[in-house]
T-cell receptor, first 112, second 110 residues
Framework: NAGVTQTPKFRVLKTGQSMTLLCAQDMNHEYMYWYRQDPGMGLRLIHYSVGEGTTAKGEVPDGYNVSRLKKQNFLLGLESAAPSQTSVYFC???????????FGQGTRLTVV | DAKTTQPTSMDCAEGRAANLPCNHSTISGNEYVYWYRQIHSQGPQYIIHGLKNNETNEMASLIITEDRKSSTLILPHATLRDTAVYYCNPSSGSARQLTFGSGTQLTVLP
């Protein structure tokens, strides 16, 4: 049972490049979340999904897009990366009944 | 979700109990109190949760006041590996968003 897996673990992008981060969970959870965490700061919610085919904006959605075509996968896209998007990105999932959330190990993204 | 207030940082001697407080005075009746911790650079990890009664598991104990406006997470015998940021997170089953406050940086000292 892998839980929540994020791919890739590390990435360096040049300004203006695009990329997609993948979050996969094998627990059949309805809710999935993407966060960013800047150095010394807390978790900020980017986008979330409450089920397959749904997405919604969180606290800091600008510059990001998401898709949930399959229940087990939640994709985070950066269309035109900016240095301000340098951060560690965490994905999480939980069941709809409000049980505990499970987090991935993070993706460290650097935009130069 | 209820707003939370936690100390920015706390120290605890190794082997002693660590008591981490959280104020959640605006908590609603259907919100559970969840606690998570984040060890440096890792993904946050669930610790424990409760609604009204005190709870205990292999990691920690959770004490919730009778009026549910505050709670305390207790690590009975803190070790160096318990050094982490601890987040108090009231949440209900109907809540769609899952957001976190700033948490408490607990440093366990040798």
């Amino acid at each position: 049972n892998a839980g929540v897996t994020q791919t890739p673990k590390f990435r360096v992008l040049k300004t203006g490049q695009s990329m997609t981060l993948l979050c996969a969970q094998d627990m059949n959870h309805e809710y999935m979340y993407w966060y960013r965490q800047d150095p010394g700061m807390g978790l900020r919610l980017i986008h979330y999904s409450v089920g397959e085919g749904t997405t919604a904006k969180g606290e800091v959605p600008d510059g990001y897009n998401v898709s949930r075509l399959k229940k087990q996968n939640f994709l985070l896209g950066l269309e035109s990366a900016a240095p301000s998007q340098t951060s560690v990105y965490f994905c999480a999932s939980r069941d709809w009944v409000g049980t505990e959330a499970f987090f991935g190990q993070g993706t460290r993204l650097t935009v130069v | 979700d209820a707003k939370t207030t936690q100390p920015t940082s706390m120290d605890c001697a190794e082997g002693r109990a660590a008591n981490l407080p959280c104020n959640h005075s605006t908590i609603s009746g259907n919100e559970y109190v969840y606690w998570y911790r984040q060890i440096h650079s890792q993904g946050p990890q669930y610790i424990i949760h409760g609604l009204k009664n005190n709870e205990t598991n292999e990691m920690a104990s959770l004490i919730i006041t009778e009026d549910r406006k505050s709670s305390t997470l207790i690590l009975p015998h803190a070790t160096l590996r318990d050094t982490a940021v601890y987040y108090c997170n009231p949440s209900s089953g109907s809540a769609r968003q899952l957001t976190f406050g700033s948490g408490t940086q607990l440093t366990v000292l040798p």
